[in-house]
């Protein structure tokens, strides 16, 4: 104010030398002005801070950061309920297992990137479609809540064997299905257990699927035509059956006739920049062209004012596939609160860059995957900006209430919550001075991400599958758990909390667990609700780093590491499970191999930590997760858990390039041999299909399998030719191929023994 009436005061001068002319009054007024621009600019703020404001900075400060703490916890929903979580109480009983079986029988044993890897390689089922995108989500399977991981069968119009221009936009116009599979189990053989899968669907526990095709989804581009003179491939099934269809949606712009279509026409040749969809014949009046496919994109262009979270997933209901996402709504104007850290959001999101210091998750966004209907729910009627949007656009907005079998399937989203643990990091301090000094700052953990081991080259990946950076923070997970104090198992998302410190890489801070904070999913009045769980800052158990470096040093496991992890085999220890069980911790890691690093992956082994009272942590593992619990706790585990005698047991087929998938030989030499050389027979033939097809992952697989049958054949015929052979029996002696890059089968001698 003080510059303001200065320049007003120069402003006078500078008229009164109209009338007396000269540079006195002007130079006044400049001079006037720069010296109090320097005098209240510089001079005056600085010796007040040196000599008022330092020597008692703190309660100088006090109602300024108080007013900072609450305006931020205010604006990013920070309302946060504290419980804690005393590790060093007790160990684990009977009594406490069977209180929380909740979580140990819904233990997440699949991360989405090895889900989809697996189910890229098992349910593709034909080159041109493609699994994008796993999703964590929740049904009822068996008459129980299970965690589910289901995927879109997309299109990937890129494999396309004739590529033509009929074909990628007037004949292959759209996937097919969802695959889903449990988070929490394996089949005997380490693969998934698959509850939606092949070509016609088979539902197997999810709900059935009734309208399959998949006009609208991830990571669509471009247009397609529809209702041409051309037949639309519905499917393809792994026997190249062919099934076509005709789309009925209402979406879609019609082309219709005359001088109208052809206008029409000659539109989409410009705006495409192709000349096809104006001149070719296949075109009707009544066939529709079919825009924005993509879910994100496509409600971007219906409501561009909302942000939107970096991951759409897919929803079944009613027969149909949904893809849900959340929309966000922001603003930088919130006074006095913190502007947001967006460091940890996945370059996707609408929130990553964006400068806001606001937010609220307003909006639950619906797009049908078949004719793309776009519904927008407001579910914070609470928030201004959203009735602020509401009144602008009364028609965008839904005006029916959620169906409750949708806010069945919500989840809280992992964006907001990206955020709000990065600033609850901080602003979980309520008191000013505490604030001030620094006292008891947290901070998220640095990735542990999957530790991949090839050969000697071990290599740490996140969530993408690409290499982590130092940068990259522990990311949230979903998880289907029950809480300490709870009674029954929550769908949540659960991210850890580390002791804040400025050289994390020299132990303590970065490394040792300070809290858990989750925030709930479950449909109700519980939903949204965040809670942190506080372990005792006087005894902090090691955190999720420390816990898989020492899976990784243990003795057990380094021995299976040195039998598995040979040759061209990949070895995945997946990143650890965080899981409070009563007011204990266990870490739960699967340990997954795969042929090579072409190849997807399976489950060998489940790792589970135990962090004992007093630190000491008990590592064991076992084919199984009850395995693994039974040699730390015996018979107390539940039977319930995965792998336990009351636990589902599905059985699995032949993983490729595992021939260990099949039931091991049984007879005599002989006709163990017989079996044997049958299969390696068989392994050699499917490899040579492969190299035909140019299909290399699988027939990189065959003859992995190859070389294991013709060890297990050798070892066969040493342990033969070392047995006493009777008079007059007759051996059979088979000579192993060795395991290269041909397909050339073994061969057979046989001799009879005499005296």
């Known amino acids: 104010y003080l510059l303001m009436l200065i320049a007003l005061f120069a402003f006078g001068l500078f008229i009164a030398n109209i009338w007396r002319r000269g540079w006195v009054l002007p130079g006044m007024a400049v001079g006037l002005w720069v010296l109090v621009a320097v005098l209240a600019g510089g001079v005056v703020p600085a010796f007040v801070q040196r000599f008022r404001v330092e020597p008692t900075e703190s309660s100088m400060e006090r109602p300024y950061i108080k007013n900072n703490i609450e305006a931020t916890q205010a604006a990013y929903g920070l ?313 602008a656009f009364p028609e965008l907005f839904s005006k029916d209430a959620v169906p409750q079998k949708l806010r069945e399937h919500f989840r809280y989203p992992e964006d907001l919550f990206t955020v709000q643990t990065q600033m609850y990091a901080k602003y979980h301090v309520s008191d000013p001075d505490d604030f001030y000094n620094s006292n008891d700052e947290w901070s998220v953990p640095r990735d542990s991400g999957a530790t991949e081991k090839s050969g000697d080259t071990n290599t740490k990946v996140g969530p993408d599958g690409q290499e982590l950076t130092s940068s990259d923070k522990y990311p949230s997970q979903y998880m289907l758990m029950q809480l300490p104090g709870e009674d029954e198992a929550s769908f949540v998302l659960q991210r850890p909390y580390v002791t804040s410190t400025d050289d994390a890489d020299t132990g303590g801070g970065d490394n040792q667990l300070r809290a858990l904070i989750v925030a709930n999913s479950d449909d109700g009045p519980d939903y949204g609700t965040l809670r942190v769980y506080k372990l005792p800052v006087s005894d902090l158990p090691d955190g999720p780093n420390i816990a898989a470096a020492d899976i990784l040093a243990n003795g057990d496991v380094a021995a299976k590491v040195k039998d598995l992890c040979t040759d061209k085999r990949v070895c995945t220890f997946a990143a650890p499970s965080i899981l409070p069980v009563g007011d204990s911790l266990l870490y739960v890691q699967s340990f997954l191999s795969a042929a090579d690093k072409n190849a997807a992956a399976k489950i060998e082994y489940v790792i589970v930590n135990y962090r004992r009272p007093g630190d000491q942590s008990d590592v064991t593992l076992s084919t199984t997760l009850y395995g693994a619990l039974e040699q730390l706790f015996g018979d107390k585990v539940p039977t319930s858990v995965q792998g336990g005698d009351s636990a589902t047991v599905t059985p699995g087929g032949t993983d490729p390039g595992d021939p260990g998938g099949e039931t091991d030989p049984t007879g005599t030499v002989s006709e163990r041999e017989g079996q044997l050389i049958d299969r390696l027979v068989k392994a050699f033939d499917d490899a040579d299909a492969a190299a035909r097809k140019g299909d290399q992952v699988a027939y990189a697989e065959k003859v992995t399998e190859a070389a294991k049958l013709a060890e297990q054949l050798q070892k066969l015929r040493d342990e033969a030719d070392s047995a006493p052979v009777e008079h007059g029996k007759t051996t059979t002696t088979t000579t192993a191929p060795k395991a290269t890059t041909t397909t050339e089968p073994p061969t057979t001698t046989t001799t009879t023994a005499g005296a």
């Open 79 to 391: 309302d946060v309920t504290s419980a804690d979580l005393d590790w060093r109480a007790k160990t684990i009983s009977a009594e406490t297992m069977a209180d929380n079986v909740g979580t140990l029988d819904n233990v997440r044993l699949w991360d989405p990137k090895s889900m989809q890897d697996r189910l890229v390689q098992d349910q593709e089922i034909q080159r041109f479609y493609a699994i994008n995108d796993v999703d964590v989500d929740r049904y009822t399977v068996n008459g129980k809540t299970t965690q589910v991981m289901i995927a879109a069968r997309d299109l990937a119009p890129a494999e396309i064997k004739q590529a033509s221009w009929e074909a990628t936009h007037l004949t292959y116009t759209h996937g097919y299905g969802v695959v889903a599979a449990t988070a929490n189990d394996q089949t005997d053989n380490g693969t998934p257990v698959l509850t939606a899968q092949d070509i016609p669907m088979k539902p197997n526990g999810t709900p059935e699927v009734t309208q399959p095709a998949i006009y609208f989804g991830e990571n669509k581009a471009g247009y397609v035509i529809v209702n041409t003179d051309r037949k639309e491939i519905n499917f393809q099934d792994e026997d190249g059956k062919t099934s076509y269809t005709s789309y009925k949606g209402d979406d879609g712009v019609e082309v219709g006739s005359g001088a109208t279509g052809l206008l029409r026409k000659a539109a989409f040749s410009l705006r495409f920049g192709d000349i096809n969809p104006m001149v070719s014949g296949n075109i009707r009046p009544d066939s529709k062209v079919l825009l924005e496919r993509d879910v994100t994109a496509r409600l971007k262009a219906v409501a561009p004012f909302l942000a939107y979270d970096h991951d759409p997933y897919a929803v079944v209901l009613d027969g149909k596939v949904q893809y849900v996402l959340d929309g966000y709504t922001t603003t930088r104007n919130y006074p006095n609160a913190q502007r947001a850290d967006t460091g940890g959001l996945d370059p996707t999101s609408g929130l990553y860059g964006r400068s806001f210091n606001y937010a609220r998750n307003s909006v639950k966004a619906t797009v049908d995957a078949y004719d793309g209907t776009v519904t927008l729910y407001v579910v914070d009627t609470k928030d201004p900006l959203i009735q602020a949007y509401q009144k």
